[in-house]
């Protein structure tokens, strides 16, 4: 087409690699100078990359020490120009480090200390996952070195014993606030740490307020974090919150810390909380405060650990945030019980949430409302025209009897949309050859459920769907990017 400017042989090789695999980037490198160059681009940006993979590129040895386990790396000589140079030419290309907490190495710190040309070894960093449990893991003072402005993702998991967060996580936390323009976007941070520890929410606090005009997406597992230290803080521009709120229902100290943070943080569209020591079926709208969740206009909402959904509570959920796209209410299985809801509840929420396309629940068809969702069509067919793409049912319990799964079949597709995702917990059997699965795992087949019983209600929806395929199987957490 005239005026149109035809694509160069680097931009049809980009688009032929856009989509590769690992394998085959690395297959491809081996080409020619030209792919070379491309396709070390794609895999060193685009995949994470574990720290003493790369470095054992410079000439290393290490030591065993077995109490604990671990190998302790430094230099056999120093390195040449050449080495510096190929290792440089990977550690350029690198966007994400990976430390995973089974990482039994350490290394001395003359090695992060050396620098090619005064440049530092990870120039282009966006993003670091560093986990640091007990040792022998590698330690956070030697994550130092590799932080730049450019990071722009930071997950920091850590495990400790009885005494608290060590000095160590503590500096290291405090040195990033100090970091010339450095402007995080994401900061996430598992920590196991079994008691309160001050000092923690005062390090993380000062972190976030140094980065809190840049920071979008922020995510706390920890089981002991006070979230008051975000009170007084104003986060504009956050978009993704995780949070943990302590036990209490009615009046309880609870309330004033989330109506703080829902003050300082606006503009919260995804939401996923979770419950400190709380009875398995309490019902979400009863813990005390919790309401003030309902100011923000969520498109994501994600509840964990048996906390239970009443039918009054999805009402007030449904009119605060009509423009929510996913709900996911953590199956929870304890030995105080287990939560499923009445399968026609899954045609009040559609029905409540126009905008809904994924939810995540698990659902029992029995008991007196049974007969209501079996025989009685008119809500569910109100939810026409459908919007639900992606069903997580957990560990959902057909009806009692097979003669009642047609029923449910009507009923899965006058609420759910033709070409329906399913991802299904279910108690594998070990049969015949067969591969021995755990007690409960996620089924990963694609395609078929596995379980007769349920394939025939899945088979009998894609019949009334026109013969559009109904797809089985692990469905991949998408939410549009904004967590780590």
């Given amino acids: 087409m005239v005026g149109m400017k035809a694509p160069t042989v680097p931009d049809i090789l980009i688009a032929i690699l856009d989509d590769a695999t690992a394998p085959t980037l690395a297959s491809a490198a081996r080409v020619s100078r030209a792919w070379s160059i491309i396709a070390l681009d794609k895999l060193w940006s685009s995949h994470d990359i574990k720290v003493m993979d790369l470095l054992r590129v410079l000439p290393l040895s290490h030591e065993e020490d077995l109490s604990p386990p671990h190998r302790f790396w430094s230099f056999q000589r120093s390195p040449t120009n050449d080495e510096w140079a190929r290792f440089y030419f990977y550690a350029s290309r690198v966007r994400s480090l990976f430390m995973p907490s089974s990482e039994p190495d350490r290394f001395e710190p003359r090695i992060i200390d050396w620098k090619i040309k005064n440049d530092l070894l990870f120039p282009n960093l966006r993003k670091v996952e560093w986990h640091s449990t007990r040792a022998p893991a590698m330690p956070f003072s030697q994550l130092r070195a590799f932080i730049t402005s450019s990071l722009q993702q930071l997950f920091l998991g850590t495990e400790y014993g009885d005494d608290g967060v060590d000095e160590d996580a503590l500096s290291f936390l405090d040195s990033l606030t100090t970091t010339e323009s450095l402007r995080l976007k994401k900061f996430k941070l598992y920590n196991s740490l079994p008691i ?289």
């Fill in 196 to 484: 309160a520890d001050p000092k923690l929410a005062m390090a993380i606090a000062k972190l976030v307020v140094a980065n809190e005009d840049s920071i979008s997406a922020l995510e706390l597992r920890s089981l002991r974090l006070d979230m008051s230290f975000l009170a007084n803080h104003s986060l504009q521009n956050l978009r993704a919150l995780c949070f943990g709120v302590k036990h209490s229902t009615g009046n309880g100290e609870a309330q004033q810390p989330i109506q703080a943070l829902v003050d300082g943080c606006p503009h919260v569209e995804y939401l996923r909380i979770w419950f400190e020591r709380h009875q398995i079926g309490t019902d979400l709208l009863a813990y005390s405060g919790v309401r003030a969740i309902l100011a923000w206009q969520l498109l994501s909402f994600e509840v964990e650990k048996g906390t239970k959904l009443s039918l009054a509570t999805l009402g007030e959920m449904a009119e605060a945030w009509p423009k929510l796209r996913s709900l996911n209410v953590h199956f929870w299985r304890t030995e105080a019980g287990q939560i499923h809801y009445p399968l026609p509840r899954l045609a009040e929420i559609v029905l409540g949430f126009p905008e809904l396309e994924e939810l995540d629940m698990a659902f029992h068809c029995y008991g007196p409302e049974r007969d209501v969702i079996l025989a009685d069509q008119r809500v569910s067919e109100r939810c026409q025209p459908p919007r639900l793409k992606k069903l997580k049912l957990e560990d959902s319990i057909l009806p009692g009897s097979p003669s009642e799964y047609e029923l449910m079949a009507q009923f899965l597709a006058r609420v759910c949309s033709p070409g329906l995702r399913i991802e299904r917990m279910y108690r594998a059997k070990r049969t015949g050859g067969s591969v021995p699965l755990a007690e409960t795992e996620k089924l990963v087949t694609m395609g078929r459920d596995p379980n007769p019983d349920w394939d025939a209600v899945f088979q009998k929806v894609e019949e009334l769907h026109g013969g559009v395929r109904i797809w089985v199987g692990h469905i991949p957490e998408d939410s549009d990017g904004v967590w780590f």
